[in-house]
Antibody, heavy 120, light 107 residues
Framework: QVQLQESGPGLVKPSGTLSLTCAVS?????????WTWVRQPPGKGLEWIGE???????NYNPSLRGRVTISVDKSKNQFSLKLSSVTAADTAVYYC?????????????WGQGTTVTVSS | DIQMTQSPSSLSASVGDRVTITCRAS??????LHWYQQKPGKAPKFLIY???SLQSGVPSRFSGSGSGTDFTLTISSLQPEDFATYSC?????????FGQGTKVEIK
């Protein structure tokens, strides 16, 4: 059974950097999948942040204007999200998810989500 | 970016009702369209992929259809556990955008 678990600080100061990690169990980070971050601001819909393949190939949402970096750590079987220069608008529940290798497949496994609040 | 628009934004229905939710893409996305169910305080659950294929373990009362720009999610007979928010997502291109969600409430 594949499981994903997000971890990281729940409170980040404005202008700081949000850092989250997603630990993968039951699957290898080097498997033929894309590893994804999605967020959901309070009371709003889902927003796709970006994705990474184990080779290091990444795709990011242009709306985040170069503030986002996703990386993979094969030795720990996990991947990470860094979002810099955060503001209150970045307050959200952050989810990690697994997406299949081709466009015809969606995100079939999700972490439980972690709440990040941006506040001084 | 491809814009995904769902309608309605919310609906009220009774147990046993047939429910249909629509998702429209701003450009042709083939069948690269997926549906998710989300309950309050929980992560989304993967329901349907490639517009009409049921994810393993999802009840057969859920079905999806469509291609190109217009898609539908149908629940043939609404059950108490189906009251939730449903979101579509395209994976034709990045950014892999979601619809704004449709909340299905109890009438």
């Amino acid at each position: 059974q594949v499981q994903l678990q997000e971890s990281g600080p729940g409170l980040v100061k404005p202008s700081g950097t949000l850092s989250l990690t997603c630990a993968v169990s039951g699957d290898s980070i080097s498997s033929n999948n894309w590893w994804t971050w999605v967020r959901q601001p309070p009371g709003k819909g889902l927003e796709w942040i970006g994705e990474i393949y184990h080779s290091g190939n990444t795709n990011y949402n242009p709306s985040l204007r170069g503030r986002v970096t996703i990386s993979v750590d094969k030795s720990k079987n996990q991947f990470s999200l860094k979002l810099s220069s955060v503001t209150a608008a970045d307050t959200a529940v952050y989810y990690c998810a697994r997406k299949g290798p081709v466009a015809a497949v969606g995100m079939d496994v999700w972490g439980q989500g972690t709440t990040v609040t941006v506040s001084s | 970016d491809i814009q995904m628009t769902q309608s309605p934004s919310s609906l009220s229905a009774s147990v046993g009702d047939r429910v249909t939710i629509t998702c429209r893409a701003s450009q042709n996305i083939g069948t690269y369209l997926h549906w998710y169910q989300q309950k309050p305080g929980k992560a989304p659950k993967f329901l349907i992929y490639a517009a009409s294929s049921l994810q393993s373990g999802v009840p057969s009362r859920f079905s999806g259809s469509g291609s190109g720009t217009d898609f539908t999610l149908t629940i043939s007979s609404l059950q108490p556990e189906d009251f939730a928010t449903y979101s579509c997502q395209q994976t034709y291109s990045t950014p892999r955008t979601f619809g704004q969600g449709t909340k299905v409430e109890i009438k």
